[in-house]
């Protein structure tokens, strides 16, 4: 006869009760939010998912830096905020060094908001944010994790794309990926979900709003980056260049038809950048001043040569010695 202990993960998984899914969850958090070891984190959260009937979609959730959330589990991207008050721990480390009181942000493919919150909290109440998401159901969250905000920037959130021209498009929702693998490109082979968006070009949008000069920006928009820097150019008019959080994935831009090379080739022809990758796993920005054809690419810090000193020193604070 199966003893208790065994039996429970069945009950769990059988329970269709949301306060009781709520409790349970909450109850495996405590630890895995609290606890200094490290080690089985992950694999403790990831088991506790699976383990209940239904994920909530929205559960209240704390960054350790005080930031508030709304998080919907069944997205594939908000686990690690509820469990354990991070995201992208490195990376956003290094962005949240690079922000300062007063700049003036972009958050474009900005999910849930993560990035944005940072950057709210960062350029405070002298700041401004701008965040951009077409996924309507991941817009309303965005919204919301926005409102949760005190003693922050203002967020101007808008549900839209950015890319080369004034348009309507489709975007594309794959089965069994994260949310924020939405992408304007269709994938031949997996099934998905389609809707229209709106998308407007980055230059648009600066004049209509008034917007001064951006002092950072992070762009994670599924291989149509390309398509968001062509609708850009006002960035590099300005006396002092924007840093670039940019993804540069080679599974995302050949659906594009282009590599991960060109948009360091975008980028340092229109002005002196310096570019450096990320190695989430070392723990470490590696100086790069090109993709080979078969590099996976990565996510890039694009730091240009009229960035201050204090820059440089948070840059070089991460970069690899050998």
């Not at 589990?73 to 908000?78: F, K, Q, Y």
Request: with cysteine; aromatic share 10%.
């Amino acid at each position: 006869m199966p003893s208790e202990t065994t039996q429970l993960p069945e009950k769990i998984s059988a329970c269709n009760d949301r306060s009781l899914t709520s409790t349970f969850l909450k109850a495996v958090r405590l630890y895995t939010y609290n606890t200094p070891i490290s080690k089985g984190k992950y694999r403790l959260y990831q088991l506790a998912l699976r383990l209940v009937a239904e994920k909530p979609t929205a559960i209240p959730a704390r960054a350790r830096d005080g930031r508030r959330f709304v998080a919907d589990l069944t997205t594939g991207m908000e686990e690690s905020v509820f469990f354990l008050g991070v995201y992208e721990r490195f990376i956003s480390d290094i962005a949240e060094r690079l922000i300062r009181e007063g700049d003036v942000c972009l958050d474009v493919g900005a999910n849930f908001g993560w990035y944005s919150t940072m950057m709210a909290a960062r350029a405070g109440s002298r700041g401004e944010v701008h965040s951009f998401e077409p996924v309507p159901r991941t817009y309303s969250l965005l919204e919301k994790n926005c409102s949760l905000l005190t003693d922050a920037a203002p967020v101007v959130t808008n549900n839209l794309a950015l890319g080369d021209r004034d348009d309507v498009l489709t975007i594309n929702l794959f089965d069994d990926l994260p949310s924020g693998h939405a992408s304007l490109a269709s994938s031949a082979g997996e099934s998905s979900s389609s809707f229209e968006c709106k998308m407007t070009t980055l230059d648009n949008y600066l004049e209509e709003r008034g917007v001064g000069s951006v002092s950072f920006l992070k762009v994670d928009i599924e291989g149509a980056e390309m398509m968001f820097l062509k609708g850009a150019e006002r960035l590099f008019s300005q006396s002092d260049k924007p840093i670039f959080l940019m993804e540069m994935a080679l599974a995302q831009t050949r659906r594009f038809g282009y590599q991960p090379q060109e948009l360091l080739k975008f980028i340092v022809e229109r002005g002196p950048y310096t570019f450096y990758r990320v190695d989430e796993t070392a723990e470490r920005l590696r100086p790069i001043d090109h993709f080979d054809d078969d590099d996976i690419g990565a996510n890039v810090f694009c730091i240009p040569d009229s960035a201050g000193e204090w820059a440089k020193a948070v840059i070089s604070d991460y970069v690899e010695r050998i």
